[in-house]
């Protein structure tokens, strides 16, 4: 069974410019999760998607941050327009309904803005 | 107050030895209790969950102490492949994991 696969692994984008994140689940999974982690700080949530439905989006840092999940599949999470602080490692995970905290997670994303 | 905090580490045992982390949560509506483990640069992944009663995995032994908001993780007869960050996860909803920062523990030959 094939995991949660991101794309791309390493993104260097300069500020101001426009970034996208894809986070493909595992197949079957209803729930699908974005956490960020930055420099030195822990992993944070940013937000949880029931299918194709934001269930909680709290942890999203402001509305440049922009996150889809159209027909209940794959994921993006866009970033526009990019800013220093953006930069940090961009996990994506997924669970089953069933079994919502065991949540497996993709190898992320490094986004580095300069 | 951070709401999960862990040992800061780093931690450098040599092979065999027993190590112990140590985690507290600061939210007492805390649900479920979790240590992952992330190798460098790779994704976090579940190591085991965390009962009230204790649980045991092999050489791992898992405890939690709803009291003192306190959880702990032990390894025994520490391998060179343990190395890796350990990161204490609790969540108080099914799906929000709330994080430590994590402790890096390197084992040494």
């Known amino acids: 069974e094939a995991g949660v696969t991101q794309f791309p692994s390493h993104s260097v984008i300069e500020k101001g410019q426009t970034v996208t994140l894809r986070c493909d689940p595992i197949s079957g999974h209803d729930n699908l999760y974005w956490y960020r982690r930055v420099m030195g700080k822990e992993i944070k949530f940013l937000l949880h998607f029931v299918k194709e439905s934001k269930q909680d989006e709290s942890g999203m840092p402001n509305n440049r941050f922009l996150a889809e999940r159209t027909g209940g599949t794959y994921s993006t999470l866009k970033v526009q327009p990019a800013e220093l602080e953006d930069s940090g490692v961009y996990f994506c995970?997924?669970?089953?309904?069933?079994?919502?905290?065991?949540?497996?997670f993709g190898q992320g994303t490094r986004l580095t803005v300069v | 107050r951070k709401e999960v905090e862990q040992d800061p580490g780093p931690f450098n045992v040599p092979e065999g030895a027993t190590v112990a982390f140590n985690c507290t949560y600061s939210?007492?509506?805390?649900?479920?209790f979790f240590w992952y483990r992330q190798d460098c640069r790779k994704e976090p992944k579940l190591l085991m969950s965390v009962y009230s009663s204790g649980n045991e995995d092999g050489r791992f032994t898992a405890q939690l102490n709803r009291a003192s908001q306190y959880i702990s993780l032990l390894i025994r007869d520490s391998k060179l492949s343990d190395s890796a960050t350990y990161l204490c996860?609790?969540?108080?909803?099914?799906?929000?994991?709330?994080f430590g920062k994590g402790t890096l523990l390197t084992v040494n030959p």
């Open positions: 996860v609790v969540t108080r909803s099914n799906y929000k994991l709330t």
């Open positions: 939210n007492s509506a805390s649900q479920s």
């Open positions: 995970a997924s669970s089953r309904t069933d079994r919502d905290t065991e949540a497996f």
